[in-house]
């Protein structure tokens, strides 16, 4: 004897059964969705930029402009002198704003260490006026060694 079902009430278990099937997927994708509370990045520490450290791992060194009197916004850029010419030229790479301390540092990998001669000099702002350009010297020589070069004071 087969069971007496109709039609329609198949219809309405299977319509049911649908509608809980896909309310149970729903809260379950929902649920995982839902992440812990996060703190926005402003709410962060700030992080300084990555700077090598001073371990004995690191390859390289500093060289460092010193100015005694700054005014603000004033832009340094570093030369190499030519061997070849004698013309100074421009190192793109080590340009920048003064800082607001009166220096500015820049990394010497372990491949320019020795070579020179190189030079500061000091302008008003980018693409400004020359200020005062340094004495040349020579990149460090050894890790982690700064070669610090002075500019007293700026004569105007």
């Not at 340094?76 to 920048?96: L, R, S």
């Not at 607001?100 to 030079?119: D, L, M, S």
């Amino acid at each position: 004897m087969k069971p007496n079902i109709s039609k329609q009430t198949f219809s309405k278990f299977a319509r049911l059964l649908l509608i809980g099937t896909g309310l149970s997927l729903f809260l379950l994708l929902g649920a995982s969705l839902v992440q812990p509370a996060t703190p926005a990045l402003a709410d962060l520490p700030p992080r300084p930029t990555a700077v090598p450290s001073n371990s004995d791992t690191v390859n390289g060194a500093q060289i460092k402009l010193v100015v005694g009197e700054v005014t603000g916004g004033e832009w340094t850029a570093v030369q190499w002198q030519n061997p070849n010419t004698d013309e100074w030229i421009t190192v793109d790479g080590w340009q920048g704003t003064l800082e607001a301390n009166g220096t500015q540092i820049w990394w010497v990998g372990g491949e320019q260490f020795g070579r020179g001669p190189f030079r500061w000099q000091l302008f008003d702002e980018q693409d400004g006026n020359l200020l005062e350009t340094s004495e040349a010297f020579t990149m460090p020589t050894q890790n982690r060694e700064i070669v610090t070069v002075n500019i007293p004071a700026v004569e105007e």
